[in-house]
């Protein structure tokens, strides 16, 4: 499963695991713990803490929670490709249904009925690969870190690019006793 989210996203890491935590000390002695975690990169391990919440800067942060910014590009074109062409053989597979059924209105008309199935299908296809690209798992657990570091506290935001360092990273955030939110 993970090898075709792969496929279909252009990041290589899929999945944000975040740890909060209320003091710093555990926020570093976690991320260390969880660098050393096998196969997990410094670059895959960032520390925010309430400053990153209010610097000017706001891309910093950005920064932070969504590193890979070619990788998200190519992740809203994969995903419009990938619907729009899934909505286009959805919308072609009801037409050959209809079709063989000797639906009327397919019958009398088909180009018609095959021109407005298909592009229905094409058109929903679209929709649903927009609604993918945003990412809506992303948003929530950005909005309830960018939350708890204007409460003070401190997170540490892991991008595992594997199940086997998402399991590893998840262990260790958990065994620290953090608040642990992730994505899908």
Request: charged fraction near 15%; charge should be positive; glycine fraction near 10%.
């Amino acid at each position: 499963m993970a090898y075709l989210l792969q496929g279909l996203f252009g990041e290589r890491s899929l999945t944000k695991v975040v740890g909060l935590f209320t003091q710093k000390g555990q926020a570093e002695s976690s991320m260390e713990e969880v660098m050393r975690v096998g196969g997990i990169r410094t670059s895959q391990v960032r520390l925010l803490g309430p400053q990153d919440a209010r610097a000017p800067h706001r891309e910093l942060f950005s920064y932070s929670m969504e590193p890979e910014t070619q990788g998200i590009a190519r992740t809203f074109y994969q995903t419009h490709v990938v619907g729009g062409m899934a909505g286009a053989a959805a919308g072609l597979a009801l037409f050959a249904w209809f079709w063989r059924a000797g639906h009327p209105m397919i019958t009398s008309s088909p180009l018609l009925a095959f021109i407005a199935l298909v592009g229905f299908g094409t058109t929903f296809g679209l929709l649903g690969g927009g609604l993918l690209s945003m990412r809506p798992d992303h948003i929530r657990l950005i909005t309830r870190v960018r939350s708890a570091l204007r409460h003070d506290h401190w997170a540490v935001v892991a991008h595992p690019t594997t199940p086997e360092q998402t399991a590893k990273v998840k262990a260790v955030l958990h065994d620290s006793a953090a608040e642990v939110v992730s994505t899908l």
